[in-house]
């Protein structure tokens, strides 16, 4: 079901603090909390006595209390007090996951804890550019499956009709590319001499038409990395000088819970008006409206897959990049499972 063998985002920075968060990730139900030192911990949220939820305990001096019957937990899931005796029996302890905290996010490791290495974490190069500010890091909840959020993004035509009051555009009839490379998948639309969108409009002044670009870029297990802008026409921006215009990267990820829902991580940044803390309150909200509609769509659509199980659906051109990004973390979990080295895309 799930490629475990990577990162995923458990919760943003400023969710976690000293108390007790729990998350259920890839089916597992997971305790997370921040030491006295400020560092991350992940444990199994499992007492090992009776099974009862560790983050419905207590926690003092990084240490967890069970509040069923008081078994004692550090952050390292080892079981270090049980009371009315002195020895703590075999099988006490807990799992413990690798976690880091960077770009704003906390990140956990559910595969095999030698394999966490923390270069894989995704770039977000975004989140500490000194040319660019973070308008927004999010978390949403989402009921449904995972890959809904890669169709979905992978997909530039369904924003003529899904996102008319913010970034729909007449784009459904131009062509877009799609690049497929090792461990990832490219949609590339470039709408030439148009009027800009609505979220462009409430967000930079232009002179006329503008081009537009959408280039949506997937790598595995869930990431899709959105770069959207609009430039005056004729300056340049097909040439790589998007200067005279604005540019917006979004990070979006899906960190599935359970089967048939999905903690749906979102961020966003720009390079233009750095400074300006309003526009960054304006930014959110738009981004948030827009973000809201593809959280309807993916559920209506996970309902529909489960009210119409005798049906076939058929495909689109414009479905072949996100059926590709299927293939491939399909690809990836089988691979996983058979201890069989990767198969390039």
Same mark, same amino acid.
């Given at each position: ?22 998350r ?32 419905k ?30 020895n ?8 413990s ?11 956990i ?11 894989? #974490? ?19 909840d ?54 800009a ?54 990070? @979006? #990820?899906?960190?599935?819970?359970? @089967? ?15 400074? @300006? ?52 973390v ?16």
């Amino acid at each position: 079901m799930y490629l475990r063998n990577c990162w995923y985002p458990a919760a943003t920075t400023e969710e976690l603090g000293p108390h007790l968060l729990a998350r259920r990730i890839l089916e597992e139900p997971i305790v997370l909390f921040r030491k006295e030192n400020k560092q991350p911990v992940a444990i199994e949220d499992r007492c090992s006595h009776r099974f009862y939820p560790l983050s419905k305990g207590d926690l003092q001096n990084d240490i967890i209390t069970c509040r069923y019957h008081g078994l004692e937990f550090d952050f390292s899931g080892a079981c270090v007090r049980v009371p009315g005796q002195t020895n703590i029996p075999l099988g006490a302890n807990v799992r413990s996951y690798p976690v880091a905290d960077k770009w704003g996010l906390l990140w956990i490791w559910m595969g095999e804890p030698r394999n966490a290495d923390e270069t894989l #974490i995704p770039n977000l190069w975004t989140h500490d550019h000194p040319e660019w500010r973070i308008s927004m890091i999010d978390r949403l909840d989402v009921d449904g499956d995972y890959r809904l959020l890669a169709d979905n993004l992978l997909d530039p035509s369904h924003v003529a009709f899904l996102h008319k009051t913010t970034l729909g555009s007449d784009v459904a009839e131009i062509p877009h590319e799609t690049e497929v490379f090792d461990e990832g998948v490219r949609v590339t639309r470039w709408t030439i001499n148009k009027p800009a969108a609505p979220i462009f409009t409430r967000l930079h002044s232009f002179n006329g038409n503008v081009d537009r670009w959408q280039i949506m870029t997937f790598r595995l297990p869930n990431f899709v990395e959105v770069d959207l802008g609009s430039c005056d026409t004729g300056t340049g921006a097909q040439n790589g000088d998007r200067s005279h215009g604005i540019e917006m990267r979004s990070y @979006n #990820i899906a960190t599935p819970c359970k @089967n048939g829902s999905f903690h749906y991580f979102l961020t966003h940044a720009r390079n233009y008006a750095l400074d @300006n803390s309003e526009l960054s309150k304006i930014t959110r909200e738009q981004v948030l409206t827009a973000v809201a509609e593809d959280v309807e769509a993916m559920e209506l659509v996970h309902e529909g897959f489960a009210r119409h199980i005798d049906k076939k659906e058929i495909n689109t051109r414009a479905d072949g990049a996100g059926l590709r990004a299927r293939r491939m973390v399909a690809q990836a979990i089988e691979c996983e499972q058979s201890n069989a080295p990767a198969v390039p895309a």
